[in-house]
T-cell receptor, first 112, second 115 residues
Framework: GNSVTQMEGPVTLSEEAFLTINCTYT??????LFWYVQYPGEGLQLLLK?????DKGSNKGFEATYRKETTSFHLEKGSVQVSDSAVYFCALGSSYDYKLSFGAGTTVTVRA | GAVVSQHPSRVICKSGTSVKIECRSL??????MFWYRQFPKQSLMLMAT?????????EQGVEKDKFLINHASLTLSTLTVTSAHPEDSSFYICSARGTDLNEQFFGPGTRLTVL
């Protein structure tokens, strides 16, 4: 079945530091890949997505590239801000029924 | 666009009572809605898929008689937790899917506490 393995946190960074959160997946077919962000007390918001191999999703300075050869979709940001403090979820969308499978989530705290 | 609301945002109830949670797509029609459960500091677990006008499809291990789902219109799905017990306390999140089958829009969640 489909599954997502995500780097465990928590991750604590200083402002302007470089952020990487690793995400690898196992899937049948040709899934879509997503990164969602959850701010404290709120629901999930789509951060970025990629629907096929070699696609790069980007938003708000975050990037992730769909790597089929390594079955990965690592999230990166070159210079984080305090406002980036949140929980980040990697997710896989099945190409058969479009259901989402989520990773465990990574809590990121950015200190001023 | 693509806003999903949930009501209530928080609810506290006594053990043995039933609680209804509403999920609405505010500016689009959603033929499919999903219900998730999130335990503290854990990921989201899909409970069921709700299709407008038909019965919900439950994931393995989810009690359909305990978690009643109704999707009566293209903009509203409801989850009723029947005879709630403390172990049902959790964060319940819904999502709605529009015309792009690859994308789900999430509600802000409902925090249920059963005393």
């Amino acid at each position: 079945g489909n599954s997502v393995t995500q780097m465990e946190g928590p991750v604590t960074l200083s402002e302007e530091a470089f952020l990487t959160i690793n995400c690898t997946y196992t899937a049948t077919g040709y899934p879509s890949l997503f990164w969602y962000v959850q701010y404290p007390g709120e629901g999930l918001q789509l951060l970025l997505k990629a629907t096929k191999a070699d696609d790069k999703g980007s938003n708000k300075g975050f990037e992730a590239t769909y790597r089929k050869e390594t079955t990965s979709f690592h999230l990166e940001k070159g210079s984080v801000q305090v406002s980036d403090s949140a929980v980040y979820f990697c997710a896989l969308g099945s190409s058969y029924d479009y259901k989402l499978s989520f990773g465990a989530g990574t809590t990121v705290t950015v200190r001023a | 666009g693509a806003v999903v609301s949930q009501h209530p945002s928080r609810v506290i109830c006594k053990s043995g009572t039933s609680v209804k949670i509403e999920c609405r797509s505010l500016d689009f029609q959603a033929t499919t809605m999903f219900w998730y459960r999130q335990f503290p500091k854990q990921s989201l677990m899909l409970m069921a898929t709700s299709n407008e006008g038909s019965k919900a499809t439950y994931e393995q291990g989810v009690e359909k008689d305990k978690f009643l789902i109704n999707h009566a219109s293209l903009t509203l799905s409801t989850l009723t937790v029947t005879s709630a017990h403390p172990e049902d306390s959790s964060f319940y999140i819904c999502s709605a899917r529009g015309t792009d089958l690859n994308e789900q829009f999430f509600g802000p969640g409902t925090r249920l506490t059963v005393l």
